[in-house]
Nanobody, 119 residues
């Protein structure tokens, strides 16, 4: 599956931004969709994830500020970023994780979209 992330840009602290990740095929069978971020000089880390059953998981640093959601009809996952902080500045990647009936795990990554939080 191919993933196309978009929606990044410059946002002021305390503002809002929504990232979108569109998949090339149905995501209803994708076990977990997630957003990761990678700041310069740092490792890529999980921001938020959502399962096929819509259970969510967030990094402590974004809890209460960011919301992940999925629209299976549009094959799209979103990351609503409210009240972003300068430390949220990073390239954001979406990932799709598929686990087959034989427990084979396949991970697919999007190309990344840059989010800059600055006044």
């Amino acid at each position: 599956v191919q993933l196309q992330a978009c929606g990044g840009g410059l946002v002021q602290p305390g503002g809002s931004l929504r990232l979108s990740c569109a998949a090339s095929r149905s995501i209803s069978s994708i076990n977990v969709m997630g957003w990761y971020c990678q700041a310069p000089g740092k490792q890529r880390e999980l921001v938020a994830a959502i399962t096929s059953g819509s259970s969510t998981n967030y990094a402590d640093s974004v809890k209460g500020r960011f919301t992940i959601s999925r629209d299976n009809a549009k094959n799209t996952v979103y990351l609503q970023m409210n009240s972003p902080k300068p430390e949220d500045t990073a390239v954001y990647y979406c990932k799709a994780q598929y686990v087959s009936a034989t427990s084979l795990t396949l991970n697919y990554w999007g190309q990344g979209t840059l989010v800059t939080v600055s006044s």
